[in-house]
C-alpha cells in the first residue's frame, strides 16, 4: 500500500466507477491540514483529485482514523453532488478497533474528468500544551528582577496510535464549544481559559530582544490560530513533538510581596496567644509585549546567577492577549513575612425614626509585616471584607491609604524597612 502525507500505516482509498472498474488515487494528490485543540481532538482534513466518470460514482474512502466523530463528517465533491454516505466499521484494524471506511456516492452531471473531493471531520487523542521558560534577569544591588527572557514551546501530543504526517499543522488556542463524540453527546469547552481574540499578527523580534519564531499567529473568531508550518510529521512513538513559538524574548517584569487573607483569617498558634508569621507570595506581574498572544500553559521561572540558571517556581497562565497582564506565582517570601488577628468585632444596633432597630458589624483588623532583609521591600497587603446584612461597608480608621479591588477587597500597599516592621490597621463598618 501507499504511504500517504497524513497517516503513515497508508490506508488506501479506492474509486469504484459505476460499481465496475477500481482505480487507486494517485500518490501525491492529497492536500491535506491538521488543526488540534487543546482538549484532545483534532480536525482533520484531507484533499483529494479523483476521476469521475459522468453519472453516479462509488467510493470507498478507508483512511478515516480511528475513532472518528462520525457526525462531524463532511464530505464536498467539486462541481458535484454527494447524494449518500454510508459507514462501515470494517476498515484497518488499530490497537484492537477497526477503522471505519465511508462508502460515497457523488453524481457527476458534468462531463467525466478529475475532481477534488474533501473529507473533513473531528477524532480524538491529538492534543498540545504550551510550555513557557521565563529566565529573570539579576536586578540591580541584589534589588528584585525588572527584565526577563521568555522562550515559548508548543508541546503536540500524538496518542493515535499512528503516524501522522501534516501538509499543514494548526493549533488552536482560546475556549470555543464542541460536542464530545463519546457517550451522549454532551456539550462541553474544549478549554476553560479566558478568550481574547486577536488580529493577525507575526512575531519577528524588536529591538529589545533577539527574537526568533516560525509560528504564524491569527486570530478568528472565539480563538487564536498557531499555524506551525508546512509538511509536519508526528510519529506514533514520539511522547511528544515540541515547536517554538518564541525564543529569547525580552520583556519587562516586576516583582510584587502579597499577604492576601479572607476576612476571617486568623494567624493565631494553638494557645491562642501566639502569632505565627506567614512568608508573602511572591508573583511576577508581566505584560505581554511579545507582539502575540501568549498560549494558556505552564511557566517555569529561572533565576540568574552568572552563567547559572536555577528553577525558582512553577505556575499556570491563562490565553493572554497582546499587551494584556499575567502574573506568575514564585511561592513564598524568605525575607518578608505577615501575621494578620482579627482585634475585634462587635454588632451594634441603632434605633431607627420609623421604629424598630437596624444592626451593624463594626471590625477591627491589624496586619503586621516584618522584613528580615537588608533591603526596603514593597508589600501588598489584602484584605477581605466580611459579607453581612446589605453589605453596605465603609472604613471607618486606617493605618494607610487603601483602593477597592472588588465588591468586598481592599487592598493597602506599603513599605517595609529592612530588619524592621509595618503595622496595618483598619475599622470596618458594614451595615
Same mark, same amino acid.
Not at 534577569?137 to 528582577?145: E, I, L, V
Not at 494578620?340 to 462587635?346: L, Q, S
Given at each position: 500500500?501507499?504511504?500517504?502525507?497524513?497517516?503513515?500505516?497508508?490506508?488506501?482509498?479506492?474509486?469504484?466507477?459505476?460499481?465496475?472498474?477500481?482505480?487507486?488515487?494517485?500518490?501525491?494528490?492529497?492536500?491535506?491540514?491538521?488543526?488540534?485543540?487543546?482538549?484532545?481532538?483534532?480536525?482533520?482534513?484531507?484533499?483529494? !483529485?479523483?476521476?469521475?466518470?459522468?453519472?453516479?460514482?462509488?467510493?470507498?474512502?478507508?483512511?478515516?482514523?480511528?475513532?472518528?466523530?462520525?457526525?462531524?463528517?463532511?464530505?464536498?465533491?467539486?462541481?458535484?453532488?454527494?447524494?449518500?454516505?454510508?459507514?462501515? $466499521?470494517?476498515?484497518?484494524?488499530?490497537?484492537?478497533?477497526?477503522?471505519?471506511?465511508?462508502?460515497?456516492?457523488?453524481?457527476?452531471?458534468?462531463?467525466?474528468?478529475?475532481? /477534488?473531493?474533501?473529507?473533513? *471531520?473531528?477524532? +480524538?487523542?491529538?492534543? =498540545?500544551?504550551?510550555?513557557?521558560?521565563?529566565?529573570?534577569?539579576?536586578?540591580?544591588?541584589?534589588?528584585?528582577?525588572?527584565?526577563?527572557?521568555?522562550?515559548? =514551546?508548543?508541546?503536540?501530543?500524538?496518542?493515535?496510535?499512528?503516524?501522522?504526517? #501534516?501538509?499543514?499543522?494548526?493549533?488552536?488556542?482560546? &475556549?470555543?464549544?464542541?460536542?464530545?463524540?463519546?457517550?451522549?453527546?454532551?456539550?462541553?469547552?474544549?478549554?476553560?481559559?479566558?478568550?481574547?481574540?486577536?488580529?493577525?499578527?507575526? *512575531?519577528?523580534?524588536?529591538?529589545?530582544?533577539?527574537? @526568533?519564531?516560525?509560528?504564524?499567529?491569527?486570530?478568528?473568531?472565539?480563538?487564536?490560530?498557531?499555524?506551525?508550518?508546512?509538511?509536519?510529521?508526528?510519529? %506514533?512513538?514520539?511522547? $511528544?513533538?515540541?515547536?517554538?513559538?518564541?525564543?529569547?524574548? /525580552?520583556?519587562?517584569?516586576?516583582?510584587?510581596?502579597?499577604?492576601?487573607? #479572607?476576612?476571617?483569617?486568623?494567624?493565631?498558634?494553638?494557645?491562642?496567644?501566639?502569632?505565627?508569621?506567614?512568608?508573602?507570595?511572591?508573583?511576577?506581574?508581566? /505584560?505581554? !509585549?511579545?507582539?502575540? +498572544?501568549?498560549?494558556?500553559?505552564?511557566?517555569?521561572?529561572?533565576?540568574?546567577?552568572? @552563567?547559572?540558571?536555577?528553577? #525558582?517556581?512553577?505556575?499556570?497562565?491563562?490565553?493572554?492577549?497582546?499587551?494584556?497582564?499575567?502574573?506568575?506565582?514564585?511561592?513564598?517570601?524568605?525575607?518578608?513575612?505577615?501575621?494578620?488577628?482579627?482585634?475585634?468585632?462587635?454588632?451594634?444596633?441603632?434605633?431607627?425614626?420609623?421604629?424598630?432597630?437596624?444592626?451593624?458589624?463594626?471590625?477591627?483588623? &491589624?496586619?503586621?509585616?516584618?522584613?528580615?532583609?537588608?533591603?526596603? %521591600? @514593597?508589600?501588598?497587603?489584602?484584605?477581605?471584607?466580611?459579607? *453581612?446584612?446589605?453589605?453596605? =461597608?465603609?472604613?471607618?480608621?486606617?493605618?494607610?491609604?487603601?483602593?477597592?479591588?472588588? %465588591?468586598?477587597?481592599?487592598?493597602?500597599?506599603?513599605?517595609?524597612?529592612?530588619?524592621?516592621?509595618?503595622?496595618?490597621? *483598619?475599622?470596618? &463598618?458594614?451595615?
Amino acid at each position: 500500500m501507499s504511504r500517504r502525507p497524513l497517516i503513515a500505516f497508508g490506508l488506501s482509498l479506492f474509486l469504484c466507477i459505476a460499481a465496475a472498474s477500481s482505480t487507486r488515487a494517485a500518490a501525491g494528490d492529497d492536500l491535506v491540514h491538521l488543526t488540534v485543540y487543546d482538549a484532545g481532538i483534532a480536525e482533520f482534513l484531507e484533499v483529494r !483529485t479523483l476521476e469521475l466518470q459522468t453519472g453516479l460514482n462509488t467510493i470507498e474512502w478507508r483512511s478515516l482514523m480511528p475513532k472518528a466523530h462520525l457526525r462531524t463528517l463532511r464530505v464536498m465533491a467539486a462541481d458535484a453532488e454527494v447524494v449518500r454516505q454510508d459507514i462501515t $466499521m470494517d476498515g484497518a484494524e488499530v490497537r484492537g478497533e477497526k477503522t471505519a471506511v465511508v462508502h460515497l456516492q457523488i453524481m457527476n452531471r458534468g462531463a467525466a474528468g478529475p475532481r /477534488k473531493v474533501v473529507v473533513d *471531520y473531528l477524532a +480524538p487523542n491529538v492534543s =498540545w500544551q504550551s510550555d513557557c521558560a521565563l529566565v529573570l534577569d539579576p536586578g540591580p544591588n541584589g534589588a528584585p528582577p525588572v527584565s526577563a527572557t521568555l522562550d515559548i =514551546w508548543l508541546s503536540v501530543f500524538n496518542s493515535t496510535g499512528l503516524d501522522l504526517r #501534516a501538509g499543514s499543522l494548526d493549533l488552536v488556542a482560546g &475556549e470555543i464549544n464542541l460536542v464530545d463524540g463519546g457517550g451522549g453527546f454532551e456539550s462541553r469547552r474544549v478549554a476553560q481559559y479566558q478568550v481574547n481574540a486577536q488580529s493577525n499578527a507575526f *512575531y519577528t523580534g524588536d529591538d529589545e530582544g533577539e527574537g @526568533d519564531t516560525s509560528t504564524t499567529v491569527t486570530g478568528l473568531s472565539v480563538f487564536n490560530r498557531l499555524a506551525l508550518g508546512k509538511g509536519i510529521a508526528l510519529n %506514533a512513538n514520539n511522547t $511528544m513533538s515540541r515547536f517554538p513559538l518564541m525564543q529569547r524574548t /525580552k520583556i519587562g517584569v516586576e516583582e510584587r510581596k502579597v499577604f492576601e487573607n #479572607a476576612y476571617n483569617a486568623q494567624t493565631f498558634g494553638r494557645n491562642g496567644f501566639t502569632l505565627l508569621p506567614r512568608g508573602l507570595d511572591v508573583r511576577l506581574v508581566s /505584560k505581554n !509585549t511579545t507582539g502575540v +498572544p501568549i498560549p494558556a500553559g505552564v511557566v517555569t521561572v529561572y533565576a540568574r546567577t552568572g @552563567d547559572l540558571m536555577q528553577i #525558582a517556581g512553577q505556575d499556570r497562565i491563562g490565553l493572554t492577549a497582546e499587551q494584556a497582564e499575567f502574573t506568575v506565582s514564585q511561592g513564598r517570601s524568605a525575607t518578608l513575612f505577615g501575621s494578620r488577628r482579627v482585634v475585634e468585632r462587635k454588632t451594634l444596633a441603632d434605633e431607627l425614626s420609623s421604629g424598630g432597630r437596624r444592626e451593624r458589624l463594626v471590625t477591627k483588623v &491589624e496586619v503586621v509585616l516584618t522584613n528580615r532583609g537588608t533591603l526596603e %521591600a @514593597d508589600a501588598f497587603v489584602r484584605e477581605g471584607i466580611e459579607p *453581612y446584612d446589605e453589605n453596605r =461597608w465603609t472604613l471607618l480608621a486606617q493605618s494607610h491609604a487603601s483602593e477597592t479591588l472588588g %465588591a468586598n477587597t481592599i487592598q493597602f500597599k506599603v513599605k517595609v524597612p529592612p530588619g524592621g516592621k509595618t503595622v496595618v490597621s *483598619y475599622t470596618v &463598618e458594614t451595615k
